[in-house]
């Protein structure tokens, strides 16, 4: 017998396990991405699908590489229903690795069903060919495989394509008699599959050992078969008939008798022959099934105790492929093999793939604390491992399942850090901006991670080429940017023409409608007006924006004071909804009724009361039960009370609370009579506004105004010098509303409240200075907020006549904001006005303790940094300069 030997023609089912289980991707993200990418808000729906179809492809070739075939099949079907039509590329590489996964399972039909329909584009027309070359392989057309291969050119291939390319040509040499040339192209072969993956290189090494011997397979009936085996049993010959009878039974078959054969052949293997005990243990489970107990047995003694690395991996592999994902007896000897592996006394030369699997399985099983200590315990023991990309990829998969984005970019970044050569730097990039967006977006995070957001999407839009993708990227960049709280850094991208030219005006005008809406929540209403006034005739918007610019600019010239424009805008706006037909009613009503509402309100604010009552009756009469209408008797309520008619102003916010129960603003207008009637000041009237307020908690518990009408009760109940029962209620605002981000208001009332009672109780004086000085030194306190408690903390030691304590807590609010660096334009106007307070209430210590020169600094800098007071501070310098002896010399 010549020294080619192998387990002959049963071709079919060693295909099935081998055909192309290589990744051809960007980053192979892990296995089990199951759940879609939430958008995380209207604008974002392109972007969020690709990612999806990101993480759906990389799972595909991650379950393709793992031998996971039917997930690798359903996971790229999942990722080609989500391109868009247009994207030819990408969906033609997903149609291949829908392809290689079918060939993985089988299914032939099928696989050269999508081959056919494929359109693949001249990038990937080459790799087509090659998988049909692989089809007519399986059917052993030798002629046919032929034809195709001469029409290919690998000369594109990664190395998976070339592996399998050279592997094809090997097999036609041996069918053509060229040994010589059939040992090079193996060769290649496996030189190639090397590069690739193991997992691949076994896959390879395993059919260039069967195809050499298939090519010295003669056609030698069973009788004879069983004739030479049974004259030369004990022999090494004997034992290579014994696997070529066990594979023409099994070829028959008749599988009994071939597992019979090769049982009865590992029995009487001597230790002389112990290098063959390796081949027969793979054809025992590749004959018996990786799904039987023989099967399963024969697996794992040959992926453990066995001498070739390359039978080992193909016996691993077979186990992996039949069992990663079960939680049954197959699942669980698959992980005592993965154990005895992995925990052996010695290294065991599979022991990083086997760590990798494992990880896999535990992600599988959802068992993540035991799936990142493989991971990182494969990272940690084998740096070099070709597992490695994979097992930072995982522990990405894992960490965005659990919505633990920030540690998710992290690995992301890390992987792109190490392989920065095989992976696509803008998909990358978008995911882990996309990462951070998410992190700050589900309320876990701050501005730093839509700042960490705005710098990835910057990266991916600078190597951005897709029109479509660029512009998502680049509406995602302002948004991030103004969800950070950088509203210049936005400004400056939409004022950039070169980052505007890569988006289309959709995207751009989108932009635009985003930053003027957040000036507007900033209070910059005039710049928001001038911005919006700029660019809203433009010709490239279209009627959607238009109107949402046009709805947008009549509030803002509303809240800039430029009443006499708002009719201008609400007429334009009027005027788009006349032309254009949405065909919605609704919402062309809420268009029309909020205008009206608007433009009333500019009527009111002209003094020109009875057109703006008229508008508002007439408002109510056209759009009865619409939210304009309600509101309307909220903006007329208001009104009356700027009157000082606080009665009729009762009157109807009573009306619409009891009339409109369910309305969005009756609870809102039970907060407002309950201001009312604190503006009366009487302390009945302080008590009718508690009542009022409890029925906002007792009839809307659901509302955002609980939290501050029991603020003002705590507020009303300090008026009626019930200190106690006030401290009390802001208490339990803290305990029930602990995650608002307002909940420093009650903080910083309790501790107002707390230091009232100190000549009560002195303790009480220490609690709340020190609630002041927490609120002043934590960093996630809004700043105008901070800066208020430094007051108070230097105002309650000024009152109690502790004068150095209370010099001491001025100036270290004055250093903070303005000495170390000058903070004041991000105090708002809030901040500003308490700072000013503070720098006045400093300026004057000084002045008492005859530290002219410095009270008159103070001042200064109070005019110079533009506080609220300048004029006085200015009048205060010179007052104290005609004082000072130094300007009497001069």
């Known amino acids: ?83 868009d039509g247009d994207d030819v590329e990408q969906r033609g590489k997903l149609r291949l690795l829908q392809v290689d996964a079918l060939l993985g399972r089988g299914l032939y039909e099928e696989a050269q069903s999508l081959l056919t329909d494929l359109k693949a584009e001249a990038g990937l027309i080459q790799s087509k060919f090659l998988r049909e070359a692989v089809l007519a392989l399986v059917e052993e057309d030798e002629v046919g495989t032929a034809g195709i291969l001469e029409i290919v050119d690998a000369s594109g291939f990664d190395f998976g394509e070339r592996a399998w390319h050279s592997l094809i040509r090997g097999w036609l040499d041996l069918r053509s008699g060229d040994l010589e040339g059939a040992d090079i192209e193996f060769s290649e072969a496996k030189r190639f599959a090397d590069g690739q993956s193991p997992a691949l290189a076994a896959q390879i090494a395993y059919l260039v050992f069967r195809y050499q011997l298939e090519s010295e397979e003669a056609s030698i009936s069973i009788g004879d078969l069983r004739l030479n085996y049974e004259a030369s049993r004990g022999l090494e010959t004997g034992f290579r008939y014994g696997q070529l009878l066990a594979v023409a039974l099994f070829d028959e078959g008749r599988s009994d008798e071939a597992i019979e054969v090769v049982n009865e052949a590992i029995g009487e293997l001597p230790d002389v022959y112990e290098n063959l005990r390796d081949q027969f243990l793979l054809l025992q489970l590749l004959l018996s099934g990786a799904d039987s107990d023989l099967g399963q047995s024969a697996a794992s003694e040959l992926a453990v105790d066995g001498e070739s690395l390359a039978l080992q991996r193909i016996a691993l592999q077979h186990l992996i492929s039949e069992s990663l994902g079960d939680e049954g007896r197959l699942g669980e000897a698959l992980v005592e093999t993965l154990d005895s592996i992995v925990d052996g006394t010695t290294t065991h030369p599979l022991a990083a793939e086997a760590l990798y699997y494992r990880s896999v399985r535990h992600f599988q099983l959802r068992e993540y604390s035991e799936m990142e200590d493989d991971a990182y315990r494969l990272m940690d023991t084998f740096p070099d491992s070709a597992y490695r990309r994979g097992s930072l990829t995982l522990l990405a998969s894992a960490s965005w399942e659990r919505e633990r984005f920030r540690t998710a970019a992290s690995f992301l970044s890390q992987a792109g850090s190490e392989f920065a050569e ?87 005008w989108r932009g635009e409608w985003m930053l003027i809406k957040q000036m507007r929540q900033d209070g910059q209403s005039n710049e928001a007006h001038e911005r919006i006034s700029r660019y809203v005739n433009m010709e490239e918007m279209n009627s959607g924006l238009r109107l949402r610019m046009l709805w947008l600019g009549s509030k803002l010239a509303y809240e800039s004071g430029l009443h006499g424009e708002t009719k201008v805008w609400v007429e334009d706006m009027n005027d788009v909804l006349d032309e254009i037909d949405f065909g919605d009613d609704v919402f062309e009503n809420q268009v029309r009724s909020d205008g009206m509402l608007t433009l009333a309100e500019s009527f009111l604010e002209l003094g020109e009361e009875e057109a703006g009552l008229v508008l508002l009756t007439r408002l109510r009469e056209d759009f009865e039960g619409s939210e304009s209408a309600e509101r309307s008797y909220i903006v007329q309520a208001r009104y009356l009370s700027d009157q000082d008619l606080l009665v009729e102003a009762g009157q109807l916010f009573t ?6 129960p369910s309305s969005k603003y009756a609870p809102l207008a039970l907060f407002e009579t309950a201001l009312n009637a604190e503006t009366r000041g009487l302390d009945e009237y302080l008590t009718q506004a508690m009542e009022l307020l409890d029925r906002i908690a007792s009839d809307y518990p659901d509302s955002d105004l609980v939290y501050y009408a029991r603020l003002k009760q705590g507020d009303l109940l300090r008026k009626l010098n019930r200190y106690g029962t006030a401290a009390i209620v802001y208490e339990q605002l803290e305990d029930t509303f602990e995650d608002r981000p307002d909940r420093y208001l009650a903080q910083i009332s309790l501790a107002d409240t707390l230091i009232a009672q100190a000549s009560e109780d002195p303790s009480k004086f220490e609690a709340g200075i020190s609630r002041l000085e927490l609120l002043l030194d934590l960093p996630d306190v809004p700043i105008g907020l901070r800066v208020e408690a430094g007051y108070k903390r230097g105002n309650a030691w000024e009152n109690k006549g502790e004068h150095l304590k209370a010099k001491s807590a001025y100036w270290d609010l004055y250093d903070l904001f303005v000495g170390e660096e000058n903070r004041v334009q991000l105090l708002g106007k809030k901040g500003q006005y308490w700072l000013s307070r503070a720098m006045f209430e400093l300026a004057e210590i000084f002045e008492d303790q005859s530290e002219l020169d410095k009270a008159i600094e103070l001042y200064e800098e109070i005019e110079a940094l533009g506080l609220i007071g300048g004029a006085i501070a200015r009048a205060r310098v010179d007052q104290l300069k005609r004082q000072t002896p130094l300007v009497e010399g001069q």
């Open 422 to 508: 095989s992976l696509d730097g803008e998909a990358l990039s978008v995911l882990i901006a996309d990462c951070y967006f998410r992190a700050g977006n589900r309320g876990q995070g701050n501005a730093e991670d839509f700042t960490s957001a705005a710098e990835a999407y910057e990266i991916a839009l600078s190597e951005s080429t897709e029109k479509e993708m660029a512009s998502q990227v680049y509406f995602q960049l302002i948004l991030s940017h103004l969800k950070a709280g950088a509203t210049e850094e936005a400004k400056i991208v939409l004022d950039d023409p070169v980052l505007r030219a890569k988006s289309d005006p959709l995207k751009v």
């Open 1 to 83: 017998m010549n020294r080619y030997f192998s387990w002959a023609r049963y071709s079919k089912v060693v295909v099935r396990f081998a055909i192309f289980g290589w990744a051809f991707g960007t980053v192979g993200i892990a296995l089990g991405q199951e759940n879609a990418i939430p958008l995380v808000h209207e604008g974002q729906d392109l972007l969020a699908k690709r990612n999806e179809v990101f993480w759906k492809g990389e799972s595909a070739r991650r379950a393709l590489q793992s031998g996971l075939y039917e997930l690798a099949e359903r996971y790229s079907q999942e990722a080609w229903d989500r391109v």
């Open 655 to 660: 009306y619409l609370f009891d009339n409109f």
